[in-house]
């Protein structure tokens, strides 16, 4: 695994400040390791020479000293990593945002928009762990052992060897196991993951379950499940924690052949009790790091991902186009949709499969078809929030793809088929299709779908804060506010995806009604599951399985 | 929290042995590592005073035993503690179902919004971290930290008393003063975080409606303005986040240093042998391990009491549904069922949703239960399944109550496919297997045939051992409704309810099923639940629900 993704390194100056602190405090963290050591030794050693507590006080300070300096530097890499996970996460969460509404706006759905957010806002808690702790760790991990093994090398030529015997042991041991246990290991967790899967899907269903008298002998399947799982896992947690414990012994062993070898040479007059006291605790010194920075990394690794993620996210390629020539006015100029198909890049099959249509200024078409024929898809390459993947979409003949996709869209008022609610007052939901708009044209607007009543029915009317957290509103009372969203907007293409889906026969009447009392110079494409809309359209245009079927065919479609 | 921790506890029934073992195995992989510096420097202090090698060779020894026991120890610890965390995970997971599966469905109603079951089953699996965070380090500290406390004791009291300040300190001080930190930030955070969440969700479902408006800049600016805020309080919380950890360093090497002290003076005095000043203050330095994982533990376990509690919340509540005493025996089948004057609430409080409703489903009738949503169409259903006992009235089967029936003979006489049923994450043979676990290949290609599934079956590459996918999204919805179908087919009871069977299908598709079903219902009596008008007319009668009345019986 790389330490750190490079497209992380390159938006962050927070980044490349953490690796300067992180280095500096590394230095003076492995500095203060040493001057520990030689400090518990030297007052060990007096002592031992029989040293009085008034003789020893000055090291004894020093050495409170230092310790206080260690708190410190843990302190620092702590506040240096947080802070830098803190910005890093802030400027690529605003990135993705900003990206996300240029360039695919549309691509999107529910649960992904969740996830993103909930990446995007949580992921500072997965990246703190890899800033504030594994990096340091490995700085340290590096900084440190090279510190220790120079201190001793001064010291005792022969114990900096004994030291550097074991010392390859570590890496070596650990990057065969590892290695061959790492993959190992994490598909086990992911065995668990879907364990854990396995018992959502099974409360889920509970209901179902329950109806068919399945209930409790699902309990028993539970746990035999979870025990499965629990034998095998501990089966390949058997050889995975093997690495641990080979880089453990590493560091015991070495500590016991340090302390021998010393000792032995103690006895035989070839080295100084505090010189031996100095190097046997630095020995633990040697390996800590490393050791520490191997429990660290499963924990690191998550914040990796969050952050690859939010990256892939981030760089993922441009849907929408981005020309730049002003497009013609839908008024006088006819839409058309020359051999269009489209396929999403994630699915299988084409959504739309060679489509001609046309779209003529002041024209009123219907697009019919059953559900999964590609109607929501031809408007959203109409309005411009995706490219088709063959043919074009061309308005007057110039290609929609070379067009400035701002100018384009002010010419399209649009109801999608689940519009959304923003968090606000009514009024300010209504006011998205025009801002400038006086409160009599809001109140125009929303009578004219029939919505004025129950809005004024409410406390607070047109101020009443609706979206997340404010009052909620049925399906039919959000289609019709975004209806009026859309004749306040005025705009000369009209594109409307089942506008009265979930609305009773009269409000289903009131809106037909206000589609046809548009001015006749609006073109209108307008989507209907079912056939009662189509009547009031000059043409209908049946989409099945992609295709166009017109005239005769599209009315029994 | 000490009450909510011995609570899940109980609830995870880890077995005591193997606690005690997992327990009793850290202790010793700590008390080893410290063995194995004491041991060291008793070796290099005892050879400076330059003995006879051989005087030495016990020390020697010892020096490898701990060096080489040591990883082996920690790793039999590791192991088993992991062994344990997985097998209390599941234990909880099943005893938590078995509490809340006579719930189901009516007591879990504000739970079955997807995301808050997710957090449901996220808080069991959240306690999997019970042992390993809250049970264990605790326990391990305490007797590790009490034997070098005890070590020390017998050679000096004094140092003993340094140490044991310092270990109480590091091991209860310091990861309390972690845990209080963590929560307070999370705390300042949390409103932030929330805020800044619902905002990147808004922007980023409404992102086609706010470009295509030409809005996108006012909402990016709501955003830009809550993630400046949620930085600047994590950039001025990071400043107290490291405190924790630098007093655990700190606690350690003052200790240390205490130690050292406490035996230097006590050898200038003559009451500690020279041998032993360094030996001890190496054991005060490496014993600060035993308390090492305590901060972080704490910061967690936090959130694992939380979900803890909402785990037991849910656990604690008692089925309002129960079998009687002494049950009749089985309805004989064909039975008539029937609502009579039914008033029907979810709860102890609130509005009925049922008022007093009457309904006959006599034998090989078809009933359609018609109504706007709300009106308690779906309520009926959880009645005649006795997921619900009615307030008033009562559900009638073959003219007794429900309630005088074992649960299970009630379920048996319905087949039921509900609005909401559920596909399993399994094969089409497994999922359609739940109605009759006996059922053959053939007796599947059979009822499969009947709601025109057959063709499709037989068309794919692994037949009945095709799966569907997380709640069904491998199939289409037609697909779908029409496998639910199936099973209610399936169980061959005497009544089929169909709670809204089209839902979500287009007319066409809506229509030819509605054929399919009711061919296939045979000589059934069949209640249609729906809001759309497919299948009705052939239905000998149409009840209208509405407010939870019944407003016109045709």
Redesign the interface.
Known sequence: MRLLDPRLVDRGRAVRALFAADAALGVLAAFLVLAQAVLIARVAARGFGGASLADVTVPLGLLVAVVAGRAAAAWGFEVAGRRAAARVVSRLRIELVERRLRDRPAALDGAESAEVATAAVGGVDALETTFARYLPQAVLAVVVPVAVLALVASIDLVSAGVMLLTLPLVPVFMWLIGRYTERRARERWRALSLLATHFLDVVRGLPTLRAFNRGTAQARRIEEVSDEYRRATMGTLRVAFLSGAVLELAATLGIALVAVTVGVRLVEGGLGFEAALTILVLAPELYLPLRNLAAQFHASADGLAVAERLLDLADAPAAAARGTAAPPDPREAPIRLEGVSFAYPAREGVVLDGVDLELAPGERVALVGPSGGGKSTLASLVLGLAEPTAGRVTVGGADLARCDQVAWRKHIAWVPQRPTIFRGTLADNIRLGDPSAPDERVRAAAERVGSDAFVQALPDGYETVVGDGGRALSAGERQRIALARALLRDAPLVILDEPTANLDGENADLVAEAIEQLPHDRTVLLIAHRPELARIADRVVALVGGRVVEGAAAEAA | MTRTLRRLVAFAAVPRSRLWLSVGLGALAVCF?VA??T???Y??????E??P?LA?TT??VA??F???S???V??LD??VS??LA??S???V??RF??R???L??AQ?EGYRR?DL??R??GD??ALQGLYLRGISPPLVALLAGAACVGATAAVLPAAAVILAAGLLAGGVAVPALAAALARSSGRRQAAA?SE???D?????????????????ED??AA??AA??E??RL??R???V???A???A??V???T??GV??A???A??TGALD??L??TI??LA??SFEAVAPLPAAARELGGIVASGRRVLELADRSPAVSDPVDPLPAPRVPPTVSLEGVTARYGQEGEPVLADVDLTLAPGRRIGLVGPSGAGKTTVTNLL?R?LDPLEGRVAIAGRDARDYRQ?DV??V?G?A?Q???L??STIRENLR??R?DATDRELGDVLDRVRLGEWVASLPDGLDTLVG??GAEV??GQRQRLVLA?ALL?GAPVLVLDEPTAH?????ASALMDDVLAAAEDRTVLLITHRPEGLDRMDDVVTLEGGLVVEAA
Not at chain 2, 43 to 48: E, F, K, V
């Open positions: 590592g194995l510096m041991a060291a420097g070796l290099i202090s005892r050879a400076a330059h003995p090698i030495l020390t020697i020096v490898r701990f060096g080489l040591r990883p082996i920690r790793y590791r192991l992991h062994d997985l097998r995970l599941g234990r997971r099943a179902y078995a809340i599966e006579p189901a469905p879990l997807g079951l997710t449901m089953v069991v699996d975080r800044l969440t619902a990147i969700v808004e922007l980023l479902r409404g992102a086609p409606e706010l470009v295509l408006f030409g809005r996108e909402r990016l955003v830009r993630d400046r949620l930085d994590a950039r919380d990071a400043l986040a490291g405190v950890d630098a007093l360093i700190l350690a090497g003052v240390t240093a050292l002290a035996a230097v003076s050898h200038d020279r041998v000043v360094a203050a190496l330095l490496s399944l997921f299970e379920r048996r319905f039921l509900g909401d049923a559920h399993f994450d739940l109605a676990p997380e709640e289409s919805g099973r169980a299908l287009d007319p066409a598709t």
